[in-house]
C-alpha cells in the first residue's frame, strides 16, 4: 500500500471511527433522556426493560454510525463537492430513509428477539417490528436522526470549507489576537499554466482548475496539510511544525498530489488531453497568524517565509526541477530511511533577498 493510499485510508477510517462514536453516545443520551421522562412520570410500564432498551439503543448507534457513516464519508461528501446541492440533498435524503429503515428494522428484530425469547425468523417477531413503523415514535426518531446526520454533513462541510482545524480555532478565539507561529510553506504551482488557459479557452480551462484541484486536495489533506489560498491556478499550503516534518509530510505531500493526478490520466486526457503537472516550492519559518477581515473573516499569515517560499518556488523553472526547498527545511527533517534522497542544487540569491539560499531538490 503507497503512502498516498494508506493515508487516504487512515484518513476516511478516522472520519468513520468519530461518526460512530458520536452517534452511539447520541443515541445512548436519546435512551436516557426517554427512561428518566417515564420515571419522573411514575408510569406504571412493567414491559419496560431498561438493560435490553439500552443494549439496542447502543446497537442502532453503532450500526448507523458504521453504515451511515461510512455512507457519508465514502458517498455523500463526495456528492455534496461534485453534484448540485438539490440533486445531492435528494439522494442524500432518499438514501437516508432507506439506512434508516434498514438499522430501525435489526435493531427491532434484535429487540423483540430478546424480549420474547423467539428467535429473529419467527414471523411473530417480524410482525411486532413491522408494527413500529406505524408508530408516532418511529415518525418522531426518523426526524431526530435525519437532524443528527445533517448536522454532521454540515460540520464536515464547514470544515471543508476552513480547513481542517481552522474553524475550531475560531470558535475558540486563537487566533483573536495575533501569535507567533513556526510554520511550513508550500507554494504549489501548476506547470505551464498559460499555454494550458490558452489552449483550452476560459470555461474549459476554469473546469480544468477546478477538477484539479479538487483531485489535489484529498492528497494535501492526507498529508496533514492546511490549504491556506487558492491564488489562481496555485494552492499555498501550510503545515504546523509538527504535522509537516512528521513522516516528511511537507515532502510527501508533492508526490502524493502528482501520483492523484496521475491517476486521473485518462480522464484528462480525454476531457482535457492534457496531464496537470504542478511545481513546488517549500520553505520553513516564523509568521505571525491572526484573524483578518469583518465580510468575509479568515486567518491571515504575514512573515518571510512566505515570500521567500514563493521564490523559491519561482526557481523551478530555471533550474528544471519540480520541487525545491531551502536547506532550513532539511535541517529541520529527519528524513525516514530509503525515502528521499536531497540533492544541493546550490547558493542562490532569490529576487529581493540580501543573502543566497541554499536551495535542495529530490
Same mark, same amino acid.
Given at each position: 500500500?503507497?503512502?498516498?493510499?494508506?493515508?487516504?485510508?487512515?484518513?476516511?477510517?478516522?472520519?468513520?471511527?468519530?461518526?460512530?462514536?458520536?452517534?452511539?453516545?447520541?443515541?445512548?443520551?436519546?435512551?436516557?433522556?426517554?427512561?428518566?421522562?417515564?420515571?419522573?412520570?411514575?408510569?406504571?410500564?412493567?414491559?419496560?426493560?431498561?438493560?435490553?432498551?439500552?443494549?439496542?439503543?447502543?446497537?442502532?448507534?453503532?450500526?448507523?454510525?458504521?453504515?451511515?457513516?461510512?455512507?457519508?464519508?465514502?458517498?455523500?461528501?463526495?456528492?455534496?463537492?461534485?453534484?448540485?446541492?438539490?440533486?445531492?440533498?435528494?439522494? %442524500?435524503?432518499?438514501?437516508?430513509?432507506?439506512?434508516?429503515?434498514?438499522?430501525?428494522?435489526?435493531?427491532?428484530?434484535?429487540?423483540?428477539?430478546?424480549?420474547?425469547?423467539?428467535? %429473529?425468523?419467527? =414471523?411473530?417477531?417480524?410482525?411486532?417490528?413491522?408494527?413500529?413503523?406505524?408508530?408516532?415514535?418511529?415518525?418522531?426518531?426518523?426526524?431526530?436522526?435525519?437532524?443528527?446526520?445533517?448536522?454532521?454533513?454540515?460540520?464536515?462541510?464547514?470544515?471543508?470549507?476552513?480547513? =481542517?482545524?481552522?474553524?475550531?480555532?475560531?470558535?475558540?478565539?486563537?487566533?483573536?489576537?495575533?501569535?507567533?507561529?513556526?510554520?511550513?510553506?508550500?507554494?504549489?504551482?501548476?506547470?505551464?499554466?498559460?499555454?494550458?488557459?490558452?489552449?483550452?479557452?476560459?470555461?474549459?480551462?476554469?473546469?480544468?482548475?477546478?477538477?484539479?484541484?479538487?483531485?489535489?486536495?484529498?492528497?494535501?489533506?492526507?498529508?496533514?496539510?492546511?490549504?491556506?489560498?487558492?491564488?489562481?491556478?496555485?494552492?499555498?499550503?501550510?503545515?504546523?511544525?509538527?504535522?509537516?516534518?512528521?513522516?516528511?509530510?511537507?515532502?510527501?505531500?508533492?508526490?502524493?498530489?502528482?501520483?492523484?493526478?496521475?491517476?486521473?490520466?485518462?480522464?484528462?486526457?480525454?476531457?482535457?488531453?492534457?496531464? =496537470?503537472?504542478?511545481?513546488?516550492?517549500?520553505?520553513?519559518?516564523?509568521?505571525?497568524?491572526?484573524?483578518?477581515?469583518?465580510?468575509?473573516?479568515?486567518?491571515?499569515?504575514?512573515?518571510?517565509?512566505?515570500?521567500?517560499?514563493?521564490?523559491?518556488?519561482?526557481?523551478?523553472?530555471?533550474?528544471?526541477?519540480?520541487?525545491?526547498?531551502?536547506?532550513?527545511?532539511?535541517?529541520?527533517?529527519?528524513? =525516514?530511511?530509503?525515502?528521499?534522497?536531497?540533492?544541493?542544487?546550490?547558493?542562490?540569491?532569490?529576487?529581493?533577498?540580501?543573502?543566497?539560499?541554499?536551495?535542495?531538490?529530490?
Amino acid at each position: 500500500m503507497d503512502n498516498f493510499t494508506y493515508n487516504k485510508f487512515q484518513s476516511e477510517a478516522l472520519k468513520i471511527f468519530w461518526i460512530t462514536a458520536g452517534w452511539t453516545v447520541i443515541s445512548v443520551f436519546q435512551f436516557y433522556n426517554v427512561y428518566f421522562t417515564i420515571l419522573d412520570l411514575n408510569l406504571d410500564l412493567p414491559e419496560v426493560n431498561a438493560k435490553l432498551l439500552l443494549q439496542t439503543s447502543v446497537l442502532s448507534g453503532v450500526l448507523a454510525g458504521i453504515f451511515g457513516g461510512s455512507t457519508v464519508v465514502l458517498l455523500w461528501e463526495e456528492w455534496l463537492r461534485n453534484k448540485t446541492y438539490g440533486w445531492a440533498l435528494f439522494s %442524500i435524503f432518499l438514501s437516508f430513509t432507506m439506512l434508516f429503515v434498514a438499522v430501525s428494522f435489526v435493531s427491532g428484530l434484535f429487540l423483540h428477539s430478546n424480549k420474547t425469547g423467539l428467535t %429473529i425468523f419467527v =414471523p411473530e417477531v417480524w410482525a411486532m417490528v413491522a408494527g413500529h413503523f406505524s408508530e408516532l415514535s418511529t415518525l418522531q426518531n426518523y426526524f431526530f436522526w435525519l437532524f443528527i446526520v445533517l448536522s454532521t454533513l454540515l460540520v464536515l462541510q464547514v470544515n471543508d470549507k476552513y480547513g =481542517p482545524g481552522t474553524f475550531t480555532a475560531f470558535l475558540m478565539g486563537k487566533y483573536f489576537r495575533p501569535k507567533r507561529e513556526e510554520r511550513i510553506f508550500m507554494f504549489l504551482d501548476l506547470r505551464s499554466s498559460t499555454t494550458i488557459a490558452e489552449k483550452l479557452g476560459e470555461e474549459l480551462y476554469f473546469r480544468f482548475i477546478k477538477d484539479v484541484f479538487q483531485h489535489a486536495t484529498p492528497a494535501i489533506l492526507y498529508a496533514k496539510g492546511e490549504i491556506y489560498q487558492y491564488v489562481g491556478d496555485e494552492i499555498v499550503i501550510s503545515w504546523k511544525i509538527d504535522n509537516g516534518l512528521e513522516n516528511a509530510n511537507c515532502l510527501r505531500c508533492f508526490f502524493d498530489v502528482q501520483l492523484a493526478l496521475r491517476r486521473k490520466t485518462d480522464y484528462y486526457k480525454e476531457t482535457y488531453g492534457i496531464l =496537470p503537472e504542478f511545481k513546488a516550492g517549500v520553505h520553513y519559518g516564523y509568521v505571525m497568524a491572526g484573524e483578518v477581515g469583518v465580510v468575509k473573516r479568515d486567518i491571515a499569515y504575514s512573515g518571510d517565509v512566505l515570500n521567500t517560499a514563493a521564490r523559491i518556488q519561482s526557481k523551478c523553472n530555471d533550474l528544471g526541477v519540480n520541487i525545491l526547498f531551502s536547506k532550513f527545511l532539511l535541517d529541520k527533517l529527519a528524513l =525516514p530511511p530509503h525515502s528521499f534522497e536531497p540533492k544541493k542544487i546550490g547558493d542562490l540569491l532569490l529576487r529581493g533577498k540580501q543573502e543566497k539560499v541554499v536551495l535542495y531538490t529530490i
